[in-house]
C-alpha cells in the first residue's frame, strides 16, 4: 500500500494526543485510496514541455502534427510504420522519399500527391505513350484501380491477390467448359499487356495469328512448312474458329467441329441428305478433324496421312454399321496380300469410296453389285469402268482388253454379260488384294450364303485352268485357235436346261 500523505501527518502528529490522530485520520479516509505499489500514479517531476511536432509524433502516434515536419520522418515517427511491412514496397518508400509523389505538407498535415491520374507514375514509370494502343483504365481513372501506390504483399504492388483478379474487376468474362490455358490459370498478362501495346486488344507479339504463334510455336512451324494451309489461317487468323478465352465446345471452338467447317464447306451438309449412309468418321469423335489437319498439311485436303493409313486408324478392326452390320477389319488384306486392286496399292482408298456420305452402300462412289449373281446393266459397273475399260463387257470377241479369253473369245464377257445371273466382279476377285494374281480369291461366299464356294484358279504364261464350285473344270489359252467355243452372249443350252450354275 503506498502510504497516504495524511496518514503520514497522523504519525507525525501523535505526539499532539490522540485525539489529533484520529480526526486526521477520519479525513484521510475521505480523500485518499489504496494502490498496487506497482501501479504508481503520483506525476512525475514536472519538465519543460518539447513542443517540437515530432517529439509529439514519437510520443503519441494518435496525435496529428499541428506543424511542419521532415518528410523523412513520415515513416519512423510512428505513424506510418504499415507502409514499410509489405512485402513489395514502392521505391520511394522503401528510400523513405515520400515527397517524390506528395508536394509539401498543406494544413492540417495533409500532403496532396503532385498531380492527378496516371500523370504522377509516368514521371518516373515509361509505360504509356509510346505503343498506338494504352489501356482505357490508365486514360481514364489512372494507375489506382490496379496498383496500391505504396506497397503491398503481392507482385507488382496489384490491389487484388493475382492478375486474375484485378483484370476481373472491370472484365468479368464468364468462365465455360472449355478454357485457353492462360485464362484458366489467370494469366491474363501471356497475351495482354496490361499497359500499352501496338495491338488492338493490348496483344502481345502482334494481331491475329502472329499474336497466337508467342505461344504455338508447333501450330507456326507447321503452317510455315506445309504445302497446303487451310485458308482460314491464312487469310484472317485463328479467330474465324477459335473463341479467345472460353467456349463451350472443345478447342474453344465457335461451334462444334462440324458445323463449323460446313459454314464454309455447305457441299458436305447438302450430301449429308441419308444418314444411313453417312460416313461415321466425320459424325463421331473428331468429326472432321478425324481425317484433315485444321492447320496445314502436306497432303491435298489437308489429310493427316495417307489415305490407306488414315482409314486403317478405324478399319484395322471389324466396325459397326449403322444398321447393324459387322464391316471386318481390313488391315490385313490391305497391309499383306501379295496382290492389290490398283487404287489400294496406290493407297487411294478414295477412287472407289466416297468419304462423306453417299447414296450407294459401303460409301461407294457409284452403284456396285453387291450379290453374287446380277442380270447385266452396264450402269451397275460405272464404278469399274472409271478406270477399267468397258470392252472387258461389251466386246464378245476381243485381244487386246483382257488377258482372260480362250483364243479370241472374252471370257469376261462370257460370264458377266448375261440376262440372267450375270456373274459379278465379287465372284471372282477379292475387291481389295489377295495372294493370287489379279487380286482372285480363293472362296467367295456362295449367293451370300454359307458355303465358301472355292474357286481354285491356276494361271499359266499361256492361258490357265479353272475349276471353281459352279462349273467343271475347264482350261483357257490365249491363242487364236479357241480350246472350247462359248457363247458370244447369253445362256448356254447347258445353263438353260439348268445342268449348271
Not at 503520483?42 to 494518435?62: C, F, G, N
Not at 481514364?140 to 496500391?148: A, Q
Not at 503452317?223 to 482460314?232: D, Q
Not at 463387257?393 to 488377258?403: K, Q
Request: contains cysteine.
Amino acid at each position: 500500500m503506498r502510504e497516504c500523505r495524511l496518514f503520514k501527518g497522523v504519525a507525525d502528529s501523535a505526539r499532539y494526543g490522540l485525539w489529533l490522530g484520529l480526526a486526521l485520520a477520519s479525513l484521510a479516509g475521505l480523500g485518499c485510496r489504496a494502490e498496487p505499489e506497482t501501479a504508481s500514479t503520483e506525476s512525475p517531476p514536472e519538465e519543460p514541455a518539447d513542443t517540437s511536432v515530432a517529439q509529439q509524433t514519437r510520443t503519441d502516434p494518435l496525435i496529428r502534427p499541428t506543424e511542419p515536419v521532415d518528410p523523412r520522418s513520415c515513416l519512423s515517427g510512428g505513424c506510418h510504420q504499415e507502409r514499410i511491412q509489405a512485402k513489395f514496397q514502392h521505391n520511394p518508400v522503401v528510400e523513405s522519399r515520400c515527397d517524390t509523389c506528395h508536394s509539401a505538407e498543406q494544413p492540417g498535415h495533409t500532403f496532396p500527391v503532385k498531380t492527378t491520374g496516371a500523370a504522377l507514375c509516368t514521371s518516373c514509370h515509361d509505360i504509356v505513350g509510346l505503343e498506338a494502343h494504352t489501356h482505357a483504365v490508365i486514360e481514364h481513372e489512372g494507375c489506382l484501380p490496379c496498383h496500391e501506390p505504396h506497397g503491398t504483399n503481392v507482385r507488382s504492388m496489384l490491389t487484388e491477390m493475382s492478375v486474375e483478379l484485378v483484370c476481373r474487376q472491370c472484365h468479368r468474362t464468364e468462365r465455360k467448359a472449355h478454357l485457353h490455358a492462360p485464362f484458366a490459370v489467370g494469366e491474363c498478362a501471356a497475351c495482354h499487356d496490361p499497359h500499352e501495346a501496338s495491338n488492338a486488344r493490348l496483344l502481345n507479339g502482334g494481331e491475329g495469328k502472329d499474336h497466337c504463334f508467342t505461344c504455338h510455336t508447333y501450330t507456326e512451324h507447321q503452317i510455315a512448312s506445309s504445302t497446303f494451309v487451310h485458308k482460314p489461317v491464312m487469310d484472317t487468323g485463328c479467330s474465324d474458329c477459335h473463341v479467345r478465352h472460353t467456349s463451350e465446345y472443345r478447342y474453344i471452338l465457335t461451334k462444334p467441329i462440324y458445323d463449323l467447317c460446313v459454314e464454309c464447306h455447305p457441299n458436305i451438309r447438302e450430301e449429308r441428305t441419308d444418314k444411313e449412309t453417312a460416313h461415321g468418321a466425320v459424325f463421331t469423335g473428331h468429326h472432321c478433324s478425324n481425317c484433315h489437319d485444321p492447320h496445314a498439311a502436306d497432303r491435298t485436303f489437308r489429310l493427316r496421312a495417307d489415305e490407306r493409313s488414315l482409314c486403317l486408324n478405324c478399319h484395322n478392326r471389324p466396325q459397326e454399321a449403322r444398321d447393324g452390320r459387322v464391316i471386318p477389319g481390313m488391315q490385313r488384306e490391305l497391309l499383306t496380300s501379295l496382290f492389290q486392286h490398283g487404287p489400294i496399292r496406290a493407297g487411294n482408298c478414295s477412287a472407289c469410296h466416297y468419304i462423306h456420305t453417299t447414296s450407294h452402300t459401303n460409301h461407294l462412289r457409284n452403284y456396285f453389285p453387291k450379290d453374287f449373281y446380277d442380270a447385266f446393266n452396264l450402269a451397275n459397273y460405272a464404278l469399274c469402268f472409271k478406270c477399267h475399260s468397258n470392252r472387258i463387257v461389251l466386246d464378245g470377241r476381243n485381244i487386246w482388253f483382257t488377258g482372260f479369253r480362250d483364243g479370241t473369245r472374252n471370257l469376261h464377257y462370257v460370264h458377266v454379260n448375261r440376262p440372267k445371273k450375270g456373274r459379278t466382279c465379287r465372284t471372282c476377285h477379292e475387291l481389295h488384294g489377295s495372294n493370287l494374281p489379279k487380286h482372285m480369291a480363293s472362296e467367295v461366299p456362295f449367293e451370300g450364303g454359307g458355303w465358301a464356294m472355292p474357286v481354285r484358279i491356276k494361271q499359266t504364261e499361256t492361258g490357265g485352268r479353272c475349276s471353281p464350285g459352279c462349273h467343271e473344270p475347264r482350261e483357257y489359252i490365249r491363242s487364236p485357235s479357241p480350246v472350247h467355243e462359248f457363247p458370244e452372249s447369253g445362256l448356254d443350252e447347258a445353263q438353260e436346261r439348268g445342268e449348271s450354275n
